[in-house]
């Protein structure tokens, strides 16, 4: 099953159980989702994003909601902290199991033996690899954090 058609399922169940905060956090995604399939098309794809750029999309979604969350509880508005959190498990629930801990280093050295990465000049090389092999199950920020300490390393 299609992320899309996951989106269209979770949106009909969000409805029928009258989840407010999942019905408009799925109506979000899929508007977002559609913004970027007419980009896509006036750039000659007719298919629209792929899966991974869905990924990416997700991800970001959960990027904006963290520094919201971190707003909001500076300014004492913990109501709307509580509700950008429920957004974000809402969003979670569309991506693939995680890769933490000591699974993230791993990868990450691999990817970093696989590009003949040796200095930190390489770092973009090896986040790209990165974002093209792990789309959606990674913390990018963390990954970048750890391939740089270990390109500085070497």
Known sequence: MSLREKFQDGLKKAMRERDEIATSTLRLIMAALKDRDIAARSKGNTDGVSEDEILGMLQTMIKQRRESIKVYEKADRQELADREKKEIDVVKGFLPEQITGADLHQVI??????????????????????????????????????????????
Request: hydrophobic share 50%; aromatic share 4%.
């Open 109 to 154: 050295e691999e990817v970093i033996h696989e590009e003949a990465a040796t200095s930190i000049k390489d770092m973009g090389k090896v986040m790209a690899a990165l974002r093209d092999k792990y789309a959606g199950q990674m913390d990018f920020a963390r990954a970048s954090a750890i391939v740089k300490e270990k390109l500085v390393a070497k």
